[in-house]
């Protein structure tokens, strides 16, 4: 099955620098990538995703990039404000639905 | 976007009860949903796969006997957690497949005392 494989574990930036976390996946098949944000209690939240057909989007100060050949996949934010703090996880999923998600990441941005 | 409520948000029980948590989809129909469990400070783990009108089907490690699943309507599943021990307490969030990603539930916390 599916493996996803997240680092760093835990970043901590200044305030207006850039974060940027990785990930790596196992199967082939796997043909959607997201990117979750969550926050201590709550639920993931939706901030970014990518399909295997497109190889980099970008929303405003966060994007994605793809690299299939490789299998890996990377979270991208820019001017990082103290309210981007929380912990972020990937994920992947194959055809069947089912997502697997990294390990997560613990992002600090110090004001 | 699409909305899945949970209930229980949180519960409280005794070791050797059960306890069943309930995940609606409220504006959409999900023939499929999952339930995660999440241990602080970790990811969320994949419990299972409900579909409905059949059984569903659950990840290597899971004990289909202990956790029992049921999906009887498009918009409605449930997980019970029967004769819950202490190591059961956890956060167990529910998502619904809608036609382009999952929707989350808010999370159920669930302590076993």
């Known amino acids: 099955g599916e493996n996803v494989e997240q680092h760093p574990s835990t970043l901590s930036v200044q305030e207006g620098d850039s974060a940027v976390i990785k990930c790596t996946y196992s199967?082939?098949?796997?043909?959607?990538f997201p990117w979750y944000k969550q926050e201590l209690g709550k639920r993931p939240q939706l901030i970014i995703d990518i399909r295997s057909n497109v190889g980099e989007k970008k929303d405003q100060r966060i994007a994605v990039t793809l690299n299939k050949t490789a299998k890996h996949f990377s979270l991208h934010i820019t001017e990082t404000q103290p309210e981007d703090s929380a912990v972020y996880f990937c994920a992947a999923k194959d055809g069947s639905y089912k997502l697997i998600f990294g390990s997560g990441t613990r992002l600090l941005v110090r004001p | 976007g699409a909305v899945v409520s949970q209930h229980p948000s949180w519960v409280i029980c005794k070791s050797g009860t059960s306890v069943k948590i309930e995940c609606r989809s409220l504006?959409?129909?999900?023939?499929?949903m999952f339930w995660y469990r999440q241990f602080p400070k970790q990811s969320l783990m994949l419990m299972a796969t409900?579909?409905?009108?059949?059984?569903?089907?659950?990840e290597q490690g899971v004990e289909k006997d202990k956790f029992l699943i049921n999906h009887a309507s498009l918009t409605l599943s449930t997980l019970t957690v029967t004769s819950a021990h202490p190591e059961d307490s956890s956060f167990y969030i529910c998502?619904?497949?809608?036609?382009?990603?999952?929707?989350f539930g808010p999370g159920t916390r669930l302590t076993v005392t």
């Open positions: 504006d959409f129909q999900a023939t499929t």
């Open positions: 998502s619904a497949q809608g036609a382009t990603e999952q929707y």
């Open positions: 409900s579909n409905e009108g059949s059984k569903a089907t659950y």
């Open positions: 199967d082939s098949a796997s043909n959607y």
